[in-house]
């Protein structure tokens, strides 16, 4: 059987039973086999029983917890399964060291912006402003440097986003709260991809705290914000696009009584099934000459960065191609 992400929208509980995981509210309860679950998203008030919660630690499962109003709020991360302590020193060694770490910093943002730029291009936008901060970014020297090239590149990227979006407004990036329906939909599903990130590290030898271009900090992995700067404009802000100019989500899908603009229950539940469609969607690998899912894309970047991290093979980032 092939595991699945599962997104739990409602409130409820997860218990255990024999080799059975069931969710419970008060539309009854749901039975879930171990062997039937890849992670677990919350994003409703989850109780887990410790049974639940062991038997998930075992089977390798990651839970991620998001609030109320949809904000990440942390991950059950297991024992690691792939423990590797040569990687793991060689990792920490390539963030210690000055060019080392320059260089996979600037691998992350060229990739984002050659990612953004591929996406402005598909569609019918002018890539000129955003492909422009690569020159800033291969005279960096430093990490507060790379951050900045990669600033400029954003903020040209999203002045095209009002012309993109036909039903929505976005005028400019806000958060922590949005202020408008575009950017509540851009700040979800950033959180859900940097859980899938995160998700995907847990089955590689990678250390997820330490990270090359944000800077590690305690109580976060870092090393899923590195990863994920890839995959916004592949994953996130091509669904955002899609969902707004199809009119699947609309100003009914949204609720703004909590000082901002966030996705109410309706809408949380539209965007986490367009979400993992496109997770599970496949694209022919130019390398690997067969079908690779886009969850599976954030694997193969996670394997090369080891490879990399070994000596083993230069990292080149993951750029769109089709």
């Given at each position: 059987?092939?595991?699945?992400?599962?997104?739990?929208?409602?409130?409820?509980?997860?218990?255990?039973?024999?080799?059975?995981?069931?969710?419970?509210?008060?539309?009854?309860?749901?039975?879930?086999?171990?062997?039937?679950?890849?992670?677990?998203?919350?994003?409703?008030?989850?109780?887990?029983?410790?049974?639940?919660?062991?038997?998930?630690?075992?089977?390798?499962?990651?839970?991620?917890?998001?609030?109320?109003?949809?904000?990440?709020?942390?991950?059950?991360?297991?024992?690691?399964?792939?423990?590797?302590?040569?990687?793991?020193?060689?990792?920490?060694?390539?963030?210690?060291?000055?060019?080392?770490?320059?260089?996979?910093?600037?691998?992350?943002?060229?990739?984002?912006?050659?990612?953004?730029?591929?996406?402005?291009?598909?569609?019918?936008?002018?890539?000129?402003?955003?492909?422009?901060?690569?020159?800033?970014?291969?005279?960096?020297?430093?990490?507060?440097?790379?951050?900045?090239a990669e600033a400029i590149a954003r903020n040209a990227y999203y002045s095209k986003?009002?012309?993109?979006?036909?039903?929505?407004?976005?005028?400019?990036?806000?958060?922590?709260?949005?202020?408008?329906?575009?950017?509540?939909?851009?700040?979800?599903?950033?959180?859900?991809?940097?859980?899938?990130?995160?998700?995907?590290?847990?089955?590689?030898?990678?250390?997820?705290?330490?990270?090359?271009?944000?800077?590690?900090?305690?109580?976060?992995?870092?090393?899923?914000?590195?990863?994920?700067?890839?995959?916004?404009?592949?994953?996130?802000?091509?669904?955002?696009?899609?969902?707004?100019?199809?009119?699947?989500?609309?100003?009914?899908?949204?609720?703004?009584?909590?000082?901002?603009?966030?996705?109410?229950?309706?809408?949380?539940?539209?965007?986490?099934?367009?979400?993992?469609?496109?997770?599970?969607?496949?694209?022919?690998?130019?390398?690997?000459?067969?079908?690779?899912?886009?969850?599976?894309?954030?694997?193969?970047?996670?394997?090369?960065?080891?490879?990399?991290?070994?000596?083993?093979?230069?990292?080149?980032?993951?750029?769109?191609?089709?």
């Amino acid at each position: 059987m092939r595991r699945k992400n599962f997104y739990i929208v409602s409130d409820g509980k997860l218990k255990r039973k024999e080799n059975t995981i069931y969710f419970e509210n008060e539309e009854g309860r749901r039975p879930i086999p171990i062997s039937a679950i890849y992670a677990i998203y919350a994003l409703g008030s989850l109780t887990v029983t410790s049974k639940a919660l062991s038997y998930l630690a075992k089977e390798g499962v990651c839970v991620h917890f998001f609030n109320r109003y949809g904000f990440y709020e942390g991950s059950f991360y297991p024992r690691e399964s792939l423990v590797s302590g040569e990687v793991v020193v060689r990792q920490a060694e390539h963030y210690l060291d000055r060019d080392k770490r320059l260089y996979l910093a600037k691998a992350f943002v060229e990739g984002s912006i050659m990612n953004m730029a591929r996406v402005l291009r598909k569609n019918g936008e002018d890539d000129t402003e955003v492909i422009s901060a690569l020159q800033a970014l291969s005279e960096a020297e430093k990490i507060d440097e790379v951050m900045g090239a990669e600033a400029i590149a954003r903020n040209a990227y999203y002045s095209k986003f009002d012309t993109i979006l036909k039903n929505m407004k976005f005028e400019r990036r806000s958060r922590q709260p949005p202020e408008n329906e575009a950017n509540a939909m851009i700040s979800f599903g950033n959180s859900l991809l940097y859980s899938a990130v995160l998700s995907e590290i847990y089955h590689t030898q990678l250390h997820p705290a330490i990270s090359f271009l944000h800077e590690p900090l305690e109580r976060r992995f870092s090393l899923a914000l590195d990863i994920a700067e890839l995959f916004k404009p592949v994953i996130v802000d091509r669904l955002v696009f899609n969902l707004v100019n199809r009119k699947v989500v609309t100003e009914s899908d949204f609720d703004d009584r909590f000082n901002g603009v966030l996705l109410n229950e309706n809408g949380r539940k539209k965007f986490v099934k367009a979400f993992n469609e496109r997770l599970e969607k496949t694209v022919k690998h130019r390398k690997l000459k067969r079908n690779v899912s886009y969850q599976r894309l954030i694997r193969l970047e996670c394997y090369k960065l080891v490879k990399h991290i070994l000596n083993a093979e230069k990292y080149r980032p993951f750029v769109m191609w089709w």
